[in-house]
């Protein structure tokens, strides 16, 4: 087992850490944090000519036909820059999912989201919040008429598409529809977080024989690919910023003095920068070794993406709230990054299944029920 970067990976995270230091400062992420689009369409073009959100995309269609390893090299740089962008929703999980599915609708679709022409968002949440074939209450037919609401969808604001994942006869159906068709409405949903999150509502919108994703009832052999791919994503996003609060814990104990010698010089303050480390780099390889078992189909794979979401959930929150411990006052001022990175670890654990979501999965994988106790 080989976790060590390619060097087509070591040389993307190298550009991308130039491009973001240069073009997305901490002053333009808190300038876009109090922004209520909270996306920069400029950014968004320029990363778009580097060829970023057609990562993932084949290259018969105008991508790069990248692997998920590529995605969380870059990822992780996303993170650790705080960078505000539907990229995951738009560049890995709907990339994911339309790729999975096939077929006309999707083939015209993907050269747009390569090129960051269009911008692809997942709608499948309702009341329960459960990601689960079961939970689904919204009735899709295609051709037919489409009426409910989802709830928790990212970026609807920004999106041009949508895939709406509901319930058919045959089982879980998606549907590919544009924003703009008449009758779908985004209202945005308050967050602690600040991130952009939307409920939108169906009102009696007409759906075509066009418009299905896949197969009647192949719902869930989009959503699979889709949630490990945008579940290991977010891991690499929180490792990303996590590291970034390493980083700025560490030279804040070697600049700030008291008692005449830097904090960094006490042993309470090594060892808690000890820990941050030591939670960093275990949620990375965790991390990675689930995207190595993904990647080479191993039967233990959707374990090993369970088991690194769950604890790096934790891990990097951990990371944060041990960082505002180290920083002191200024970690809790706005002009400081650290509020920005604590958010988007609190968002992204949230997302894709908390860490309850997957110890479940992991206790259903060796052979635990939910209704057993150890």
Same mark, same amino acid.
Request: charged share 20%; net charge negative.
């Given at each position: ?81 705080? !960078?505000?962008?539907? +990229?995951?929703?738009?560049? #890995?999980?709907?990339?994911?999912? %339309?790729? *999975?599915? $096939? &077929?006309? @609708? /999707? ?90 999150? !939307?409920?939108?509502? +169906?009102?009696?919108?007409? #759906?075509?024989?066009?418009?299905? %994703?896949? *197969?009647? $009832? &192949?719902? @869930? /052999? ?153």
């Amino acid at each position: 087992m080989d976790l060590s970067f390619s060097p087509a990976q070591h040389l993307l995270q190298h550009s991308a850490r130039a491009f973001l230091q240069q073009r997305c400062p901490p002053e333009r992420v808190q300038e876009l944090a109090l922004d209520p689009r909270g996306f920069a369409a400029d950014l968004w073009s320029e990363i778009a000519t580097l060829g970023w959100p057609g990562l993932l995309v084949p290259t018969e269609l105008g991508g790069s036909e990248g692997s998920v390893g590529d995605a969380l090299a870059l990822v992780e740089e996303l993170g650790r820059a705080c !960078f505000p962008s539907p +990229f995951i929703a738009s560049a #890995v999980v709907a990339t994911t999912a %339309l790729t *999975a599915a $096939g &077929g006309p @609708r /999707a083939r015209a679709l993907l050269p747009a989201l390569a090129t960051g022409g269009r911008i692809c968002t997942l709608a499948v949440l309702e009341e329960s919040g459960r990601l689960d074939p079961d939970a689904l209450a919204v009735p899709v037919a295609a051709p037919g008429r489409l009426a409910g609401r989802k709830l928790f969808v990212p970026d609807a604001h920004v999106a041009t598409d949508v895939i709406v994942v509901g319930r058919s006869a045959a089982g879980p159906t998606a549907l590919l529809l544009p924003m703009d068709r008449e009758g779908i409405t985004a209202q945005p949903l308050d967050t602690m977080t600040g991130d952009k999150l !939307f409920e939108l509502g +169906f009102a009696d919108v007409e #759906v075509r024989p066009a418009d299905l %994703l896949g *197969a009647p $009832g &192949g719902g @869930r /052999a989009l959503l699979d690919p889709a949630f490990r791919a945008g579940t290991l994503a977010r891991c690499a996003e929180m490792v990303g910023a996590a590291q970034r609060i390493l980083e700025l814990c560490v030279e804040h104990a070697r600049v700030r003095r008291q008692g005449g010698r830097p904090i960094g010089g006490y042993q309470a303050v090594q060892h808690a920068c000890a820990d941050l480390f030591r939670d960093v780099e275990s949620a990375r390889w965790l991390t990675w070794e689930a995207e190595w078992k993904l990647t080479s189909g191993r039967p233990d794979a959707l374990a090993a993406v369970a088991a690194a979401k769950a604890y790096v959930d934790e891990a990097a929150l951990r990371v944060a709230r041990r960082g505002h411990q180290i920083m002191g006052a200024i970690g809790y001022c706005e002009e400081h990054p650290l509020h920005l990175l604590h958010k988007r670890i609190l968002a992204a654990s949230l997302d894709a299944g908390d860490s309850a979501v997957h110890l479940e999965t992991i206790a259903r994988a060796i052979g635990l029920s939910g209704n057993q106790r150890s």
